[in-house]
């Protein structure tokens, strides 16, 4: 027998559905008396339970097969006496394991931790109302956890909103929450439920900062290395290196700043993702200077040297050769935030399919005081110095780090970027060439009919004209009609419409039995003008023979 999947519609309207397979009332009112429902709430119900396919078509108020099905398996779950089961639930039925709020507890870990704001409260009874009336429509997503509990992986908001309903006497105590269980490792865990959090709400900077710093844990606990844990958490994620780099960096607040960062929009102690970074670079200036190795400093110092050089944006893309892809220090600063670096070519912007550096957003600027001098020779000296102080040969408008002199070459990944990127860009250039020829030749066809009508209407005038006494040539009419795009002669269809001789739409059906009168009058009247006959009326289609029988057959 194959298991059936709980419709979390079902569950919650386990009761309503009960009432209606009694039978034992006769209107909706007593229907909702029965099932324990609010009678001006009935007809809403109802209509949940027909769109979830519980309740047959039509109008009759009556269990579907899948209503049934799923009020079997609501009753086998719950052990009803005389059905199969035997067990009370909790109790697997089909991927579903039914379950108590009571057994449901939620993750300590979860990255979102306001539950106690007023926007948090009000959003939760929001949606304790919403449950209320409409049911669960989700299925809650739990792991199992110690003592017979199951630890929330996602769908804590509606844990937390049935809670309140319970508390309210709204919810009763032992209803079943059906519930998907998954078998997750911690990575996977904390994966789903912050995906899950990003997608229901926005969490504020700290709770995703602490999110961040749980997943790049449970990383770190699977061997990878520490300069490549933000970029396997952003794509994860579906974010940016520097936005899990930024929100990391929020943890070296103190914890007064932390909980500002939580607060509402319109609390005046609340701290701005902007604040908080100014507060960390004022935090790291007026530290101790960060102490580097001297082939580290003098690596950090020429990619400054080299970025203020080039652009007068600090966090702006550098260019770089290909071969600061095997340069092995580079990721332990990655992992610092002092540097930003990814091996493959980049994808767009004007330095598409090259390979770029760029200073991080925890670069320790107060190291190197000559950086931030507009002149460029006070720059240069500056470097000078720094090559003096690491006992290296002051080369000739060069750097020591090859990979930062140009020219720099183009790695075969790069320049398929190109080539693509290239042809893109042509095939634009003649998609829009293609548009303005036909915009163009468009509009010079439409300008050549509306003079070619501006010439018809004026022939038409000169004709009604030299003719109001007398009858015009009937070959000038038939020719009119024709410059008119209308030739004749014209007819009327069953629908009560008139065509011209070539199929073509003159006049559109028939409003009332004057109207057809006056069109059988205006086209009998010009087609004798143009001395053609009128043509029968066009007579209805009728169905065809053969296909009828076939209908027949079978329909019987």
Avoid at 423 to 437: F, G, L, M, V
Avoid at 458 to 471: C, E, M, N, Q, V
Avoid at 531 to 556: K, L, R, W
Wanted: aromatic letters at 4%.
């Amino acid at each position: 027998m194959t298991a059936i999947v709980l419709n979390p519609v079902a569950v919650s309207s386990a009761g309503l559905l009960r009432a209606i397979r009694a039978g034992q009332w006769n209107t909706k009112s007593e229907l909702a008396i029965a099932a324990g429902r609010n009678p001006s709430n009935i007809a809403r119900d109802l209509a949940i339970l027909r769109t979830a396919d519980m309740l047959v078509d039509g109008d009759a108020i009556a269990l579907s097969d899948t209503g049934s099905a799923q009020l079997d398996a609501i009753e086998r779950a719950e052990g009803k006496p005389g059905l199969p089961g035997g067990e009370r639930w909790p109790q697997q039925v089909g991927d579903i394991r039914l379950l108590t709020h009571a057994q449901i507890v939620p993750d300590p870990e979860n990255a979102r931790q306001d539950w106690e704001s007023d926007e948090a409260r009000e959003e939760l009874d929001a949606l304790r109302e919403d449950i209320i009336q409409a049911g669960l429509l989700q299925n809650l997503v739990v792991r199992a956890g110690p003592d017979d509990n199951f630890i929330l992986v996602g769908g804590e908001r509606r844990w937390r909103a049935i809670g309140l309903a319970i508390s309210d006497d709204d919810w009763p105590v032992d209803r079943p929450i059906p519930c998907r269980v998954i078998d997750v490792d911690e990575l996977g865990h904390r994966l789903a439920a912050l995906s899950e959090n990003l997608q229901r709400r926005n969490l504020n900077p700290l709770e995703k900062a602490r999110a961040f710093e749980g997943l790049a844990q449970a990383f770190a606990d699977q061997g990878v290395e520490d300069g490549k844990i933000n970029r396997e958490i952003a794509d994860r994620i579906g974010v940016t290196i520097e936005h899990v780099q930024q929100h990391r960096s929020f943890m070296k607040l103190d914890e007064a700043d932390q909980q500002r960062l939580t607060l509402g929009k319109d609390d005046p102690r609340r701290m701005s993702v902007s604040d908080a970074r100014k507060k960390l670079s004022a935090k790291k200036e007026a530290a101790p200077e960060v102490e580097f190795d001297p082939e580290t400093r003098l690596l950090l110092a020429e990619i400054l040297h080299a970025v203020r050089a080039r652009t007068t944006y600090t966090y702006a893309d550098l260019q770089v050769g290909a071969a600061a892809r095997d340069d092995e220090r580079l990721a332990p600063l990655v992992a610092q935030g002092q540097l930003r670096f990814d091996p493959d070519p980049e994808q767009y912007g004007d330095l598409a399919g090259h390979i770029v550096i760029a200073l991080g957003y925890q670069f320790a600027f107060g190291a190197f005081d000559w950086s931030a001098d507009p002149d460029p020779e006070a720059r240069d000296a500056g470097l000078v110095a720094e090559w003096d102080k690491a006992g290296q040969p002051r080369p000739d408008g060069r750097y020591l780090t090859e990979w930062l002199n140009p020219p720099f070459e183009i790695t075969p990944e790069g320049q398929a970027i190109i080539d693509q990127r290239a042809a893109d860009e042509a095939a634009k250039e003649e998609s829009t060439a293609e548009n303005i020829r036909i915009r163009e030749a468009a509009e010079q066809a439409r300008a050549a009919d509306i003079v070619r009508q501006a010439e018809v209407a004026a022939r038409s005038r000169d004709l009604f004209a030299a003719h109001r006494r007398a009858a015009p040539k009937p070959a000038d009419v038939v020719t009119l009609a024709e410059e008119a795009e209308s030739p004749l002669p014209w007819r009327i269809t069953h629908k009560g419409d008139v065509v011209a001789a070539d199929g073509s739409l003159v006049i559109g059906g028939r409003t009332n039995d004057r109207a057809e009168a006056r069109m059988r009058l205006l086209v009998l009247a010009l087609n004798t003008a143009g001395g053609v006959e009128t043509p029968e009326d066009e007579p209805a289609p009728q169905p065809d023979a053969e296909a009828a029988d076939a209908f027949e057959e079978a329909d019987a």
